[in-house]
């Protein structure tokens, strides 16, 4: 039981050595500059999010005019 625990562990260990992660893997540099990768997909990521919201949006309102006007039609109901 502890065998198969003790492989599997060592095998998530090497492929996580294989990953690229978001930031800067040189000791030298510090502070934000260490992040930058991981900051500019965190903002790329906003802006797309606020972009698809004001499609969405848009388009709600949009819909919601459309199906007022059509349930104020009067079909001589």
Same mark, same amino acid.
């Given at each position: 039981?502890?065998? &198969?625990?003790? /492989?599997? +562990? ?7 050595? #294989?990953?690229?992660? *978001?930031?800067?893997?040189? *000791? #030298?540099?510090? =502070?934000? #500059? #260490?992040? &930058?990768?991981?900051?500019?997909? /965190? ?8 972009? +698809?919201? =004001? ?14 006007? +059509? /349930?104020?039609?009067?079909?001589? =109901?």
């Amino acid at each position: 039981m502890f065998s &198969k625990i003790s /492989t599997f +562990l060592g095998e998530v260990k090497g492929e996580l050595r #294989k990953a690229s992660w *978001p930031w800067e893997s040189d *000791p #030298k540099i510090k =502070g934000v #500059k #260490k992040y &930058k990768e991981l900051i500019d997909s /965190t903002i790329v990521v906003l802006i797309a999010m606020a972009l +698809l919201a =004001g499609f969405v949006q848009f388009w709600d309102f949009f819909c919601v005019l459309i199906v007022g006007f +059509l /349930t104020s039609l009067n079909f001589g =109901g």
